[in-house]
Structures are given as C-alpha cells and as structure tokens.
C-alpha cells in the first residue's frame, strides 16, 4: 500500500501564488508516475500536470507557463508550484501517483478570489 499525504491548499486572490506537496510513503516498489489533477464544482477530474518516469512533464495547456511540477526522488515528493492563479484554477487538487496500481491523495482545496 502506498500513502499519499498532500498540502499546501488555500486561498489566494488572483494572480498570486500556491505550492501544494504530496509525500508518497509506503511500500513504493517502482513509482512510475507522480501527478495532481484537478476537480472543479460540477466538472470532471482533470489532469494539471504530472512527472512520468522522473524526467518527462506534462502539462495541461490550462496551466502551461504558470504552473510548474517537480520531484524530489529522495523524499518520494511531488509539488507543484502555482503562480499567476486564475479563479478558473479553483478546484480540489488530488496528488496521484502510478506504482502498480493508481493511489490517490485525499484531496485538497484551491480557492482563487477574482
């Protein structure tokens, strides 16, 4: 089993700046992916960004040039670092990793004021 523990949610009034963390701990055999969508009221889950083998990101173009993920493999920790926030980036945030299987984090929530 794999735990996801994340934080760093909040509000912040647009145009200013977040960075969530999400801690993977457990027993991680081979992480294959480590990301964070997004669900926003009434929408669906979406994919922001996520750091696939270590090395190779993605980005949804919602979030190109503002948003920026890393990793730091020591600590089996992804962050993801939110700057120019826009009230449209309001949602609650899930950390996801890939390790064998899909674990998910509990979730935390981003609230940006216009």
């Known amino acids: 089993q794999v735990q996801l523990v994340e934080s760093g949610g909040g509000l912040v009034q647009a145009g200013g700046s977040l960075r969530l963390s999400c801690a993977a701990s457990?027993?991680?055999?081979?992480?294959?992916?480590m990301g964070w969508y997004r669900q926003a009221p009434g929408k669906q889950r979406e994919l922001v960004a996520s750091?696939?083998?270590?090395?190779?990101?993605y980005y949804a173009d919602s979030v190109k040039g503002r948003f920026t993920i890393s990793r730091d493999n020591a600590k089996n920790t992804v962050y993801l670092q939110m700057n120019s926030l826009k009230p449209e980036d309001t949602a609650v945030y899930y950390c996801h990793v890939y390790s064998l299987r899909d674990y998910w984090g509990q979730g935390t929530q981003v609230t940006v004021s216009s």
């Open positions: 457990g027993s991680i055999l081979s992480i294959v992916s």
């Open positions: 750091i696939i083998s270590g090395t190779s990101t």
